[in-house]
């Protein structure tokens, strides 16, 4: 799908999208719950149902209705798939997902697109390797079979935080008590402890013995529950980047006390109005892409702590200095950090590229905003966001979309 934006100051307030993060950690609490869970507020973007897919194939039942998913959990431990778990492009869902398979000791096959397969899971394989469990990748899919068992497990902190969650979800169902053991530095520390919230509301817990020490006590049981998916300051930092360049809009449904990392997004807004700030960006590597954008509409930027953005649903850091050269505006990449240029900001050259990219297409459509242009690929937005070009109609902004 292709959209032209055309250029106009947006007024207005919309609700924050819901958190997928959350949506993921929620929902398969639930499954792992014996009896009935009712989540409200999921949303319907393909990361979501990628885990919804993958739950079903596991045999749990889930019933959606609207924003609300009914969920027939079942004991962990006895699930088997009935059907290759396909995770679409979400690492999440099969970062998540992987631990679990591992319980039964039944053989599970996993699927994706090519673009996730080919995404680091060395952690995992590692983990089987040591314990003598079956891991085999073949570039296409992942066979993994347990069962797993309790103990110590060593991880570096410098790699996705989502293989330190997968585990969390997986180790309080063994008989024994579990430690998982951290190397710093600790990159997304925010969203480990979204999982061992997201536990705490089904009943279970981990606990932090120290800076770099979970523990998780064996034999627990996940409690089903009723609860409610927050709003995602993720999403929430691309509209709310407009008041950032001109515009005046709120963004509702965020919780102030959320745990969620992307919350300093707020911070690093004003810090690139005033000037040109340095911003570490390890411990929220998803607001990259719309940082960039900022800083390149307003004095530039340095961003440290990016090396992660290399593999993500694209090369982030690559392809936004590809797209935002289209603006007139330099980029310098490095192993690291980033370095964003201010520069004579004008109208695209030419469409841009989303990537296959949800981030990549909203933080340049926002910036489209100020001078118009064209995107090919901006269908991405659905893996997160698929209210997004709506939203930004609300808000006043004309989107024209054409089939491609």
């Known amino acids: ?54 739950l079903r194939s596991l045999g749990i039942e889930c019933k959606q209705e ?7 959990g079942k004991d962990p431990t006895l699930t088997t798939a009935t059907a290759p778990l396909y995770a679409n492009e979400s690492g999440s869902t099969l970062r998540f997902m992987l631990p679990i398979a591992l319980l ?42 347990g069962p797993l068992k309790g103990g110590v497990f060593n991880v570096v902190g410098n790699i996705s935080s989502q293989f330190i969650s997968g585990l969390l979800f997986a180790l309080p169902v063994l008989p024994d008590d579990s430690r998982i053991k951290i190397a710093p530095p600790i990159e997304s520390r925010s969203y480990i402890d979204l999982t061992v919230s997201a536990l705490m509301r089904f009943g279970v817990r981990a606990i932090w013995e120290d800076e770099y020490t979970l523990y ?22 691309f509209i709310d980047a407009l008041s950032v360049l001109g515009s005046s809009v709120k963004v509702l449904g965020l919780d102030p006390d959320s745990l969620q990392g992307d919350r300093v997004y707020k911070k690093y807004f004003e810090q690139l109005k005033r000037g040109t700030p340095t911003i570490h960006i390890g411990d929220c590597p998803d607001l990259g892409p ?12 340095i961003f440290s702590g990016t090396k992660r953005l290399r593999i993500k649903e694209s090369d982030r850091a690559a392809a936004m200095a590809e797209e935002l050269s289209k603006f007139g505006t330099k980029i310098n990449v490095y192993e690291d950090k980033v370095i964003v240029y201010p520069a004579d900001f004008h109208k695209p050259t030419e469409p841009i590229n989303g990537h296959n990219d949800h981030r990549i297409v909203m933080a340049t459509a926002i910036l489209l905003t100020l001078v118009g242009g ?7 937005v659905k893996k997160s966001y698929p209210e997004f070009f709506g939203h930004l109609r609300k808000l006043g902004i004309e989107v024209i979309e054409y089939d491609d």
């Open 1 to 54: 799908m292709r959209v032209k934006i055309i250029p106009g100051v947006a007024s207005g307030e919309v609700t924050a999208p819901p958190s997928k993060s959350m949506a993921h950690r929620l929902l398969i609490s639930a499954a792992m719950a014996e009896g009935v869970s009712i989540v409200d507020g999921v949303s319907d973007c393909e990361d979501v149902r990628a885990t919804l897919g993958c």
């Open 66 to 72: 609207g924003d609300r998913v009914t969920v027939f």
């Open 104 to 145: 039964s000791g039944a053989t599970t096959m996993f699927g994706g697109t090519e673009k996730l397969m080919s995404r680091p899971m060395s952690v995992y394989e590692d983990i089987c390797k040591e314990r003598g469990l079956v891991y085999i990748q073949d570039g296409r899919t992942i066979t993994v079979k």
């Open 216 to 237: 998780i006590k064996g034999g627990q049981k996940y409690q089903p529950t009723d609860t409610t998916v927050e709003g995602d300051y993720s999403g929430a930092a």
């Open 290 to 301: 719309i940082l960039f954008a900022v800083a390149a509409a307003k004095c530039g930027g």
């Open 374 to 380: 064209e995107i090919d690929g901006a269908e991405a």
